[in-house]
């Protein structure tokens, strides 16, 4: 499936109906998972089968129900932390999607994880993962032209890329940041707040993936 399609199709899900994970799925996020920190030298880790995590009065105030699997972003305490963070686990949130899953990102309104953070380490965000009870609802964009330099002209790649940064999920669907294009080289850059930098690696790997251009 092309990536675009799979951007489109995945919306962020609180309620989950409690199916298992299939062993094959399981196997094919957590290659992944070995893969991406093996790049990025984060922690990440898949947790099947535990409902706890979840079962807080800060994920109830969440709307949050039914989640027994989640992703959990670890890495040494560093300025980038969250960044990475929010490539890979976009990355990962992305492949959850293909393999027919659900996700939310879920930045406070969880309880207390069972990753494992050892010590420098910081426990960046959690994913939810599972089968969701529906699909969710697509978020609301600010136009292009609010978070890009260049649209008009724009050359067919930078266009996609564009157009898969505006399907990524934000926190509080906040969408602070903003694309430079200068000749062939695309910057971009975190606004001021809450998550931004996270935001940043997330609207970064959209890009990268649809456009098959690097984001400095």
Not at 178 to 205: N, P, R
Request: aromatic share 8%.
């Amino acid at each position: 499936m092309d990536i675009l399609e799979i951007m489109k199709a995945r919306h962020s899900v609180r309620q989950y109906s409690g199916k298992k994970i299939e062993s094959e799925k399981r196997e094919a996020l957590s290659a992944l998972v070995k893969e991406c920190n093996a790049q990025s030298g984060l922690n990440i880790q898949i947790i099947f089968d535990e409902p706890k995590c979840f079962d807080s009065m800060m994920a109830h105030y969440g709307k949050f129900s039914g989640v027994e699997n989640y992703i959990a972003l670890v890495g040494k305490k560093s300025a980038d932390l969250e960044e990475k963070a929010g490539y890979y686990g976009e990355k990962l949130v992305l492949k959850a999607q293909e393999l027919g899953l659900n996700t939310c990102w879920v930045a406070m309104t969880h309880g207390k994880s069972t990753a494992e953070v050892g010590k420098g380490e910081k426990l960046a965000c959690i994913i939810a993962l599972g089968y969701g009870t529906t699909q969710g609802i697509a978020h609301k964009n600010k136009p292009a032209t609010q978070l890009c330099n260049c649209t008009d002209a724009a050359p067919d790649w930078f266009s996609r890329g564009m157009e898969a940064v505006l399907l990524a999920p934000t926190a509080t669907n906040q969408q602070k940041f903003y694309f430079t294009l200068e000749g062939e080289k695309v910057t971009a850059k975190a606004g001021s707040g809450f998550y931004t930098k996270m935001d940043l690696g997330i609207v970064k790997y959209h890009f990268e993936a649809a456009s098959g251009h690097r984001v400095e």
